[in-house]
């Protein structure tokens, strides 16, 4: 490689020199989701361990009965939410989803609600 | 990417040829199952996802401006192989006023093409074959990939919930063999969200020391930190002078692209 695009390197710039408030805004925004979504996670009954940091839930699929990658299909097929089977991420993922929380908090509701609604329907 | 087509009569147009190129190790490594999610998602509709890690905000304006007026000002031709003198200097302030460590902008920096780059670079100028390379699990996809690609051995190293998805300095010892040479860390982590506090950072330092570890730490996350600051791993004594910090734009500025 010779260098990083030239037009990137200006925009990197421009976001290390004017861009730090917006950051700070989003990352606000981003603690009030994961407190929304880790909240409504653990009360329809996938536990999930806090996340301190990044955008990512990782919660436990193991008492649905259903191997992550099953239960990311279905929760795809049946209702309508995308997440991604932990065992992508190396066994030690296995048992888990990774569930990225850099979505409104209208959605993050209404994933809560669609997969609440798909763990019921759970025998 | 090669696209597979099973269906295709015409021989002059299948891509078996290419195929036959691909080396040994390229074979040895298996497809990411993250692909077939993200085309079920794709397919359907009213689907919401939180498959991919990508923000979903819009760039900042004035930064998408600050591309468009240096195309505009001609600003289109190569830069210094290590980046924009002026970008160096800039980041070399920004990483002492948030992460209290000090790099050289003109000796100790260098700009890639994304995080991605800069690992693959890394890992591929430090591993000889054969050398163990200790990888955090569960962890970004393509970590063990690169090593695979260097003849590098990639070995897994657990951080579960037990450990609240921080990496244990026994677990860690359990990995260390006499062939192990670089451990990769990603803190806050993506998959998890686990980050690594202080003093978990000062118990992996005696090891990294002990056996002669070289770091590389993907900081890519650090700006997303909501329990207190975040803490730099080349920030713990003993560790600047054998850690490769890598950092990125993309999440914290949302510029993926």
Known sequence: MLSAPTMSQYAALEALKNGKEAMQEMVREYHLRRNLFVDGLNRIGLPCHTPEGAFYAFPSVKETGLTDFEFAERLITEAGVAVVPGNVFGNSGIGHVRCSYAVSRQELTEAIRRMDEFIRSLP | ?257
Not at chain 2, 89 to 99: C, G, H, M, S, T
Not at chain 2, 162 to 189: A, C, G, Q, W
């Open chain 2, 1 to 257: 990417m090669l696209s597979v087509k099973t269906d295709n009569a015409c021989h002059s147009r299948s891509n078996q040829k290419i195929r036959d190129f691909i080396s040994d190790r390229a074979k040895a490594i298996p497809p990411s199952g993250i692909r077939r999610f993200f085309d079920l998602a794709g397919q359907m509709e009213d689907v919401i996802s939180l498959g991919v890690g990508e923000p979903d905000y819009s760039t900042p304006w004035h930064i998408c401006d600050a591309a468009i007026s240096s195309i505009e000002q001609g600003h289109t031709a190569y830069t210094s192989n290590t980046g924009m003198e002026p970008l160096r200097k800039e980041l070399a302030d920004f990483i002492r006023n948030q992460y209290q460590i000090e790099y050289d902008p003109i000796s100790e920096m260098i700009i890639t093409t994304g995080v991605s780059e800069g690992l693959d670079i890394v890992i591929r100028a430090v591993t000889n074959p054969g050398d163990e390379v200790l990888v955090i699990d569960p962890s970004y996809v393509s970590y063990a990939p690169c090593v695979t690609m260097a003849g590098g051995v990639p070995i897994p190293v657990p951080c579960t919930e037990k450990t609240r998805f921080r990496l244990s300095s026994d677990v860690l010892m359990e990995h260390i063999t006499p062939k192990s040479k670089v451990l990769i860390l990603n803190f806050p982590n993506n998959p998890t969200g686990g980050v690594m506090r202080r003093e978990d950072l000062e118990a992996i330092a005696d090891i990294a020391i002990d056996h002669n570890l070289l770091i590389l730490s993907d900081e890519v996350y650090a700006e997303l930190t909501y329990e207190g600051r975040h803490t730099a791993t080349a920030s713990i004594d003993g560790l600047w002078d054998r850690t490769v910090t890598l950092s990125g734009f993309s999440k914290a500025f949302a510029m993926t692209g």
